[in-house]
């Protein structure tokens, strides 16, 4: 079944302890993207990749950390968390950047206390 | 500043009418827009993508618009059914994907 994965799904943890949430894919697209999504402020996308070691900057890319070193992976790293953090994260990933529907995973509930 | 503005956060209507969402846009020249339907927990899930050289883009009981001179893109759900009740995204891009907040549609029996 084509997917999108992330985990963990849920995530208490406090201030300044670092994190990693994964996301993989099993249908070789190029793109992929995170995106929190915020009461009021809709989906914002804090990374993208455009292929393998390709990676940019989205809207709202600071205190995030991201790596593609392979097709199907793309984690997003929180070196130090702070509760403004605390928020629904979403993956994504699609054929390419242009003209693609987009494939989102079901999402990780963060909160940093 | 770029600016997507989807102008109804939520939408009540009867079953079997007619429901009309709007997407406005500010400051940005789009090549595509997509919209896309998300359920509560879950992640969206893409519905129709219209090009800037579209104007109408059709899927099932599903119509799309596209109007770059007025900046405006409309969603319309015909012969709405209570399981259309969902949250409506817009979204605009080229390289990167900007999101509106959504609208909330209720369709009620």
């Known amino acids: 079944e084509a997917q999108v994965t992330q985990n963990p799904r849920y995530l208490i943890t406090v201030t300044g302890k670092k994190l990693t949430v994964t996301c993989s894919q099993n249908?070789?697209?190029?793109?992929m993207s995170w995106y929190r999504q915020d009461p009021g402020l809709g989906l914002r996308q804090i990374y993208y990749?455009?292929?393998?070691?390709?990676?940019d900057k989205g809207d709202v890319p600071e205190g995030y950390k991201v790596s593609r070193k392979e097709k199907r992976n793309f984690p997003l790293i929180l070196e130090s968390p702070s509760p403004n953090q605390t928020s629904l994260y979403f993956c994504?990933?699609?054929?390419?950047?242009?003209?693609?529907?987009?494939?989102f995973g079901d999402g990780t509930r963060l909160s940093i206390l | 500043s770029q600016k997507i503005e989807q102008n109804s956060e939520a939408l009540n209507i009867q079953e079997g009418k007619t429901a009309t969402l709007t997407c406005n846009y500010t400051?940005?020249?789009?090549?595509?827009l997509q919209w896309y339907r998300q359920d509560p927990g879950r992640g969206p899930v893409f519905l129709l993508l219209?090009?800037?050289?579209?104007k109408e883009k059709r899927k099932e009981r599903l119509k799309v618009t596209f109007d770059t001179t007025l900046k405006q893109s409309l969603f319309h759900i015909t012969a709405s059914q209570p399981a259309d009740s969902a949250t409506y995204l817009c979204?605009?891009?080229?390289?990167?994907?900007?999101f509106g907040a959504g609208t909330r549609l209720t369709v009620k029996p």
């Open positions: 219209i090009r800037e050289n579209e």
């Open positions: 249908m070789n697209h190029e793109y």
């Open positions: 400051n940005y020249s789009p090549a595509y």
């Open positions: 994504a990933s699609s054929y390419g950047a242009d003209n693609q529907p987009q494939h």
């Open positions: 990749s455009m292929n393998v070691e390709v990676t």
């Open positions: 979204a605009l891009g080229n390289n990167d994907m900007r």
